[in-house]
């Protein structure tokens, strides 16, 4: 070969190379389809400021899931079954870009994980304060509109909201979803009013939808506009960072994790919900000096879900991860009062062997039908003066102190060491908002917290659990764990929200029911 074919040759082999590499960025930054078949959402991230918390609360987290049972056609008064309890509060929201009608109309959603349907403001929103400062999807302008009408609400802690089905094309990416149900929201709950977003995408299963309408994703898969039926995101919590994270439709992007999936099976129907097999406190992420353990002795329940941000949990057990790592709650005069007066015989009865859950019976604190089958959060019962309603409050102080004692048995500790340790715990119950502040200039030295998945142990840094709250020169930060209490049968459960996910890349293998966990990069 003569050296100017030769040096021909080497120079299109270079060309080939800078073409290749080029194609390959056009992949990173397009939002929509590439050559390796996969749909990709960019995320953009909202960061909190004092005012900007309060309405976080909004997003899926306080949503109250209406399980339908039977034909999507009911009316509104049959979406009240099967009622699921999932609450949060939120330090951050990630949402993308979709759009829906012919040609398409652009909303800014949040994806969720942890619900099942797609809804955004409609132009017939006239009475709902909420619905102004957000894009409203107008039927009239769309050639590809098919009018259902059928009423809908989707029931939420801290209101509703009210709507009606309709049907149409919708652009997730680069890929239209055609003939998609979605809800029109005619009246939305107040809260809505600072949300950062205009709707929700639910990336949950069809079982817990309301209406029983298709999910998104479902008609991604079945239209094969997906070369894989999983799902993965990456979140970035780095304020510096513009990109907020990104969901990838049909496969996975490996620039966001290193290292190898940690997959484990759906435990349950209906939500991305999982194992957990212990959560352990320990002074570094490799287990170091163990500070604690043994919060899921047989296993806990959590759902998987992109649409909270914190860690929510028992109010039992979030007081005590929060008094280990030294987060502030509020003190509790009414849980003080059950110690004190009754800590000597709930301590008592229990070393007798009397179950834990007829303790608080035994004593008359609790009804039969009062305990903890039963069980609220301690911001639910309060009234409209914002005191407790004394029955219930020592109902459920009770049940809290009698979890306390049970796990401090166990460990052979003098009866007023533990008494006094369970009256230190009252001190550390989250506030009425369900906060806990931690000291700024502390979290350098608290403990890491793991979750153990799979047998694998998937630490957080402090850094990584806690929040930061700016507003102009002063700083907040916040505990990522927050009390969630789930009345059986549904609970207790876990949420592992985006504060989780933006530690670890997740793969929602769709096809084959189970979800992987990867370090995030």
Same mark, same amino acid.
């Given at each position: 070969m003569s050296f100017s074919l030769r040096a021909l040759v080497n120079m299109g082999m270079k060309l080939l190379v800078v073409v290749i590499c080029l194609l390959d960025l056009a992949c990173i930054f397009a939002f929509g389809n590439c050559t390796d078949g996969l749909v990709r959402i960019g995320l953009k991230r909202w960061n909190l400021d004092h005012n900007s918390i309060n309405a976080a609360r909004i997003t899926r987290g306080e949503v109250i899931y209406s399980v339908v049972k039977g034909d999507t056609n009911c009316n509104i008064d049959c979406l009240k079954d099967d009622v699921v309890y999932l609450r949060d509060y939120l330090g951050t929201q990630f949402y993308g870009e979709i759009g829906i009608g012919s040609p398409p109309q652009q909303f800014t959603v949040a994806f969720d994980t942890g619900s099942s349907n797609l809804w955004v403001p409609s132009s017939k929103c006239h009475f709902s304060i909420a619905c102004y400062g957000h894009s409203k999807y107008r039927a009239r302008l769309s050639s590809t509109f098919t009018k259902i009408g059928v009423p809908c609400k989707i029931r939420y802690g801290s209101g509703s909201i009210y709507g009606f089905f309709s049907q149409d094309n919708v652009r997730v990416g680069g890929v239209v979803?055609?003939?998609?149900?979605?809800?029109? =929201?005619?009246?939305?709950?107040?809260?809505?009013?600072? =949300?950062?977003?205009?709707?929700?995408?639910?990336?949950?299963?069809?079982?817990? =939808?309301?209406?029983k309408v298709k999910p998104v994703w479902y008609n991604m898969v079945q239209q094969g506009l997906v070369t894989q039926q999983v799902f993965s995101i990456w979140l970035n919590r780095n304020p510096k960072l513009e990109v907020g994270g990104e969901i990838v439709f049909g496969g996975v992007d490996w620039r966001h994790f290193s290292g190898d999936h940690t997959f484990v099976p759906i435990a349950q129907s209906g939500y991305w919900q999982i194992e957990v097999g212990d959560i352990l406190i320990a002074s570094n992420s490799t287990g170091g000096r163990n500070l604690f353990s043994g919060f899921c002795g047989d296993g806990c329940a959590a759902i998987v879900d992109s649409g909270s941000s914190f860690i929510g949990g028992p109010t039992?057990?979030?007081?005590?991860?929060?008094?280990?790592?030294?987060?502030?709650?509020?003190?509790?005069?009414?849980?003080?009062k059950v110690v004190s007066k009754y800590g000597d015989l709930i301590w008592e009865l229990l070393i007798s062997g009397l179950q834990?859950?007829?303790?608080?019976?035994?004593?008359?604190?609790?009804?039969?039908?009062?305990?903890?089958?039963?069980?609220?959060?301690?911001?639910?019962?309060?009234?409209?003066?914002?005191?407790?309603?004394?029955?219930?409050?020592?109902?459920?102080?009770?049940?809290?102190?009698?979890f306390w004692l049970q796990v401090e048995l166990k460990k052979h500790r003098p009866k007023e060491n533990v008494l006094r340790y369970v009256n230190e715990m009252c001190e550390r119950l989250p506030n009425p908002r369900r906060k806990s502040f931690i000291n700024c200039d502390n979290i350098a030295n608290m403990p890491y917290v793991s979750f153990l998945i799979g047998n694998k142990s998937f630490p957080l840094s402090p850094e990584q659990y806690t929040i930061k709250?700016?507003?102009?020169?002063?700083?907040?930060?916040?505990s990522g764990f927050v009390a969630l209490d789930v009345p059986p049968t549904n609970g207790p459960l876990w949420i592992l929200g985006d504060l989780f996910l933006a530690a670890y890349h997740t793969i929602f293998d769709f096809g084959n029911l189970k979800v992987g966990f990867a370090k995030s990069s």
């Open positions: 979803i055609k003939d998609q149900v979605f809800s029109e =929201a005619t009246r939305e709950g107040l809260r809505f009013l600072l =949300a950062q977003f205009d709707g929700i995408l639910g990336l949950g299963f069809q079982d817990v =939808a309301v209406g039992t057990m979030i007081a005590q991860i929060n008094h280990v790592i030294g987060a502030e709650g509020v003190v509790s005069l009414e849980c003080k834990p859950r007829k303790v608080c019976v035994d004593i008359g604190l609790c009804r039969y039908n009062q305990s903890s089958a039963a069980i609220e959060t301690m911001v639910d019962i309060t009234n409209s003066q914002g005191l407790q309603d004394d029955g219930s409050a020592l109902c459920n102080f009770c049940e809290t102190t009698v709250v700016v507003q102009g020169s002063s700083t907040i930060c916040l």
